[in-house]
């Protein structure tokens, strides 16, 4: 296995790393808290693991970051761990997860959509040129869908190189903030949309089953060996280390 | 390509699970998850708890800015006045989404109300929404800028594509006009004026008012309108029709028109120029030059509520886009 340094580097991290913010991706360089007072623990050796197999690397880009608060940042290092832990289950590591932000007034109304074409408007107008999933994490999202509000918004099978897909498309993921739980949930099901799975609405107890349907936002986040197929198989998913 | 989403709806929960999440902090659901819920819900006391919680100073932004746009869908009497006594409040965050909520509403006192506010209230986008709602009433103020005026991004600079449209059957056309009325769609559909966009990811779809083929084309030279509106089909799990667009058009010198197309969000995101000759309006419409936009040419004609496309190019490739800083 290689070690914490070499993999490091493998990732394209230079310089000193700090465990907690550099390699595991989180804002606090502390564990964040579990919204049910649960013990929050991770394995560096279980990260080491995975990353000499498969994995994808995550640009989680704050949108309208200047309102973001504390325990909204907390929200953020959650969803760091659950994806983590989400896609563990099937043996897929995520590498790099860099954070970036756009300020409300660089958002210019864009921090706080109330249509869908303006999730659009914000992945096409920005983009981090890497190789990572942009996920943007939209402070004020409120869209109303029918009877009911969208919680994050994705293409189902995202581009690669460099993420322009067509005119009506968006060239990342979405999701707002709904409560830890709720925000890593739907963080972990964008990304999975991006990585081309679909949904799972008869499986109450799937990942990919819209939260609505879902018997549990806390536990309905299993993956199939089939779904886990589909997500090794996406253009950004990778084994170079 | 598809585009999916990650969903919840209102009908799992009651109006009171709702409201004991939302207003008192207590339940599975976040209070401003739960707020956005109950937005979509009619009650009673639907006005009064929004009116509450956007007053609330103490209150998460979120939540205010929740109610904002809840008290916009209200629209009574009682709704628009709590978001004009909502201008004087001193968080520019919350003032702007208020601007945006009353821009929804429209209406001469809220033309007049908001017509002097400071930039950094009334921003751009602002701007824009508030002369979507100035163009309905041919109201002054909120003037966009000029056709000569806007950066339109130059087409030579990209390899560009043909765009089909077509035409569309009545079934179709039901579909959407009941999807945009749902939305609150605020013009009167003149159902032989239809026409469909096939995009790449998407289904675009124009939808003028009755109103111009009524009066004659020749009376857009007169004054500002917002003739119609371009909605979008891109969810194929809801398969529903929203607004995208807004179509205004303003008198220009030398009996020609300036047209715009806005977005809901506020923005410019196309524009060009027509010319009337008799009943018969010809135009071309460019794309906004703006990082990620696609440059566009939309060339077509109008005449006897007949909207008849003759060409659409649109670019391969995007415009540069913006990089966000690491933080």
């Not at chain 1, 322009?164 to 498309?169: A, R, V």
């Not at chain 1, 963080?187 to 879902?214: D, F, W």
């Not at chain 2, 999807?179 to 003149?190: A, I, K, T, V």
């Not at chain 2, 109103?211 to 500002?224: D, I």
Request: glycine share 8%; with cysteine; proline share 5%.
């Amino acid at each position: 296995m290689l070690s914490l340094k070499d993999t490091a580097a493998c990732l394209g991290m230079t310089g000193t790393i700090s465990v907690l913010d550099d390699f595991y991706g989180f804002i606090d360089p502390t564990l964040p808290p579990d919204p049910t007072g649960a013990t929050v623990s991770v394995s560096l050796l279980r990260e080491l693991n995975l990353l000499q197999g498969e994995y994808f690397h995550v640009n989680i880009i704050r949108v309208g970051s200047d309102q973001f608060t504390s325990s909204e940042l907390d929200e953020v290092d959650y969803s760091v761990y659950r994806i983590r832990n989400i896609y563990a289950t099937r043996g897929i590591g995520v590498g790099r997860v860099e954070h970036y932000v756009i300020t409300t007034a660089e958002a210019n109304g864009l921090d706080s959509p109330t249509k869908k074409s303006q999730l659009r408007k914000l992945t096409n107008e920005w983009t981090v040129p890497n190789n990572g999933i942009d996920f943007f994490l939209v402070h004020n999202m409120n869209i109303p869908s029918g009877p009911g509000i969208l919680l994050g918004y994705s293409n189902v099978n995202g581009p690669c190189g460099d993420k322009s897909p067509g005119i009506l498309q968006l060239s990342g993921s979405t999701g707002g903030l709904w409560g830890s739980e709720q925000t890593s949930r739907t963080a972990a099901h964008e990304l999975g949309h991006y990585m081309s799975l679909r949904h799972k609405n008869k499986v109450p107890t799937n990942l990919m089953c819209q939260s609505g349907n879902a018997s549990s936002i806390r536990n309905s986040v299993n993956l199939t060996s089939d779904q886990e197929d589909d997500v090794r198989d996406h253009c950004f998913v990778t084994d170079w280390c | 390509m598809n585009l999916y989403g990650d969903y919840i709806s209102t009908e799992k929960f009651t109006v009171e699970e709702l409201r004991t999440a939302a207003l008192k902090g207590r339940g599975d659901l976040s209070p401003l998850l739960a707020l956005r819920l109950l937005a979509l819900k009619d009650y009673a006391e639907k006005e009064p708890d929004m009116r509450y919680v956007l007053q609330s100073p103490d209150a998460d932004p979120g939540l205010r800015l929740t109610a904002a746009q809840s008290l916009a869908s209200i629209g009574s009497d009682a709704a628009r006045q709590t978001l004009l006594d909502a201008l004087d409040l001193p968080d520019a965050v919350i003032v702007r989404g208020v601007v945006a909520a009353l821009a929804r509403i429209g209406g001469d006192e809220v033309l007049r109300r908001t017509r002097h506010l400071a930039p950094s209230v009334l921003n751009d986008t602002a701007r824009v929404q508030m002369a979507r709602a100035a163009y309905e009433l041919n109201d002054e103020g909120f003037d966009l800028p000029k056709h000569g005026e806007l950066p339109i991004l130059d087409p030579s600079q990209f390899e560009m594509q043909p765009v089909p449209s077509e035409a569309v059957s009545a079934r179709v056309f039901t579909k959407v006009l009941t999807d945009l009325e749902l939305g609150g769609l605020r013009l009167n559909p003149d159902k032989e004026a239809r026409l469909k966009l096939k995009c790449k990811g998407g289904d675009l779809f124009v939808v003028l008012d009755k109103s111009l083929k009524a009066e004659g084309v020749e009376t857009l030279g007169q004054r500002r309108r917002v003739v119609g509106v371009v909605a979008e089909f891109e969810e194929v799990e809801t398969e529903q029709w929203e607004t995208a667009y807004h179509i205004l058009t303003q008198p220009s010198e030398n009996d020609r028109l300036d047209i715009y197309v806005v977005s809901e969000g506020g923005e410019i995101a196309y524009a060009g120029q027509g010319k009337t000759s008799g009943k018969q309006l010809n135009f071309t419409i460019r794309a906004i030059n703006r990082p990620g936009a696609h440059a566009a040419v939309i060339e077509g004609v109008y005449q006897d509520g007949q909207i008849q496309l003759t060409s659409i190019t649109v670019s391969t490739q995007r415009q540069q886009r913006r990089i966000p800083q690491r933080g």
